[in-house]
Structure formats: structure tokens, C-alpha cells
């Protein structure tokens, strides 16, 4: 129940290219939605979040899509570039007590 | 704003020996974590203290895992013995409460156990 599924687990794009990365989880007690962005030999740094009140944020070229009957959520990076080339990881948070849950990370790899 | 320092960076150990990693959060954070990430997963919470109590150590391996975290703000975890699949990165990280949404990570201690 505390799972949190992630997909792909590795990803190429094109420089200017769509990244899609998805994420399904199955406990209804979660209520924060963090994606973090991990580079080689550092640790991850929160990259945007949602909660289940609403179905869409946007930051800059970063998206999330949050389908609350679906328990899935996706991140969308827009016009994608080398330097986003990193580890990515959804997470979920319970709300009995701020545990956050990651899920497995997709590496993705943007090609210039 | 000086973020989460952690030490050693890295250390090799044999098997059943010790190791202990120490944790430095950003000032005025009252929660801290650790989080333990083997290559290729995501990270795995170990234990969390608000202030220096313990809100959650469910997933702690007790018999050979514990942490402790004096006065509040730094932070010790301690591996006695350690087994070859504890090789992985140690991650500490602390937010300002315990209902904050972001986590601020450190860079890690990566212990490879021989």
C-alpha cells in the first residue's frame, strides 16, 4: 500500500523534445505529490509538487499531471535539454506523519 | 543558507565491521531523516526524528541499525555489523516541520561493504 510505481526506468530524448515520466500509487492517504531531480554524487532536490485538490501544475518548462480516480500522476518536461539529464524520482506523502515514499526513479537522457 | 553537510562522503568497510555516518541539517529544521538509496532504487526512509524524538522508525533494521539525534540538531547513524547488501548511499535530509512538504537532502555517505 505505501508503493509508489514508476515508469519508464531509463529514457532518451531529443534536445526540444517532450520527457514523460509516470508514476501510479494505491494509498488514498496520500496527500503531497513531490517529483526530485537527483544529478550524479549529489543528493535529490525537490524539482515541483501537487496536491489532489488539483489536476495540473505548471513551473517553467516543468508539468505535473495529477489524475486523483486514476491514482497516477506524470511529469512533463517541455522542450527538453542536456542539462536536465538526471535522475528522476516521484514521491508521495502520507498524511499520518510527513513519511515520504519514493518511487524506483527513471534516469533520463536528453541527446543534443 | 548552508545546506545539510554529511560525513564521511565515502567509506569502504569489510563485513561485520562498524561504520557511523553524521548528519549536520539546516538551521532551525526540526525534522530529520535518513534515507537509505541503493544503486538504481529510490530512496528508502530509515528513520525520522522530530526534534530528538523518533516519529517514524518502521523500516529501521534494529539489529544492526540505530541513530540517534542529540539535542535536536545533528544526527548519528550507526551500522554494527554491517552485511554486504547495506552497501548503498546514505542520505540525510531535514525539513523545517514535520507537515512540510519539501525535503532538503544532503549529498550522501556511499559505504561499499567488501
Known amino acids: 500500500q505505501q508503493q509508489v510505481k514508476q515508469s519508464p526506468q531509463s529514457l532518451i530524448v531529443q534536445k526540444g523534445g517532450i520527457s514523460i515520466i509516470n508514476c501510479a500509487y494505491e494509498?488514498?492517504?496520500?496527500?503531497?505529490f513531490p517529483w526530485y531531480q537527483q544529478f550524479p554524487g549529489k543528493g535529490p532536490a525537490l524539482l515541483i509538487a501537487i496536491r489532489p485538490d488539483v489536476s495540473e501544475k505548471k513551473e517553467g518548462r516543468f508539468t505535473i499531471s495529477f489524475n486523483k480516480s486514476a491514482k497516477q500522476f506524470s511529469l512533463h518536461i517541455m522542450d527538453s535539454q542536456p542539462g536536465d539529464s538526471a535522475t528522476y524520482f516521484c514521491a508521495a506523502r502520507n498524511n499520518a506523519g510527513n513519511m515520504l515514499t519514493f518511487g524506483g526513479g527513471t534516469r533520463l537522457m536528453v541527446k543534443p | 543558507e548552508a545546506g545539510v553537510a554529511q560525513s564521511p562522503r565515502y567509506k569502504i568497510i569489510e563485513k561485520r565491521q562498524s561504520v557511523a555516518f553524521w548528519c549536520n541539517p539546516i538551521s532551525g529544521h526540526a525534522t530529520l531523516y535518513w534515507y537509505q538509496q541503493i544503486l538504481g532504487q529510490g530512496p528508502k526512509l530509515l528513520i525520522q526524528f522530530q526534534n530528538n524524538g523518533v516519529v517514524d522508525d518502521s523500516q529501521l533494521p534494529k539489529d544492526r541499525f540505530s541513530a540517534e539525534r542529540l539535542k535536536g540538531v545533528d544526527s548519528t547513524l550507526k551500522i554494527q555489523p554491517a552485511k554486504l547488501e547495506d552497501s548503498a548511499v546514505y542520505l540525510c535530509?531535514?525539513?523545517?516541520?514535520?507537515?512540510?512538504?519539501?525535503?532538503?537532502f544532503g549529498e550522501g555517505s556511499r559505504l561499499t561493504v567488501l
Open positions: 535530509a531535514s525539513s523545517l516541520t514535520v507537515n512540510t512538504g519539501e525535503l532538503f
Open positions: 494509498n488514498t492517504a496520500f496527500d503531497y
